[in-house]
């Protein structure tokens, strides 16, 4: 599983000409089953996505393809999650 942050860069005033892109990336990532959820990092500083279903390479492929990335509006960070117990509502995330 992974934590993957997008915080605002000194370009934030660039993100509503990418926002559709950015959003249709977002959807993408929904539809692959990749992304568990995404939302916003507080107080405005970025955005934050659970992701899991995916390799590290693969999800960093992804995560450069995210329109704010390529343009530089966020910088992203992944943490990798070596998962060992769970509530049991989230099992299905240990397989």
């Known amino acids: 599983m992974f934590i993957v942050t997008l915080k605002f860069s000194?370009?934030?005033?660039?993100?509503?000409?990418?926002?559709?892109?950015h959003k249709?990336?977002?959807?993408?990532?929904?539809?692959?089953?990749?992304?568990?959820?995404?939302?916003?990092?507080?107080?405005?500083?970025?955005?934050?996505?659970?992701?899991?279903?995916t390799s590290l390479p693969a999800l960093q492929s992804r995560v450069n393809d995210d329109?704010?990335?390529?343009?530089?509006?966020?910088?992203?960070?992944?943490l990798e999650i070596a998962l060992s117990r769970t509530d049991q509502r989230l099992e299905f995330l240990l397989a």
């Open 67 to 78: 329109p704010f990335v390529a343009e530089n509006v966020v910088s992203a960070e992944i």
């Open 10 to 21: 000194d370009n934030k005033s660039n993100a509503g000409q990418f926002m559709e892109g």
């Open 24 to 53: 249709a990336w977002i959807k993408r990532g929904f539809d692959d089953g990749v992304f568990l959820l995404v939302g916003n990092l507080q107080p405005n500083l970025g955005g934050g996505i659970v992701a899991h279903n």
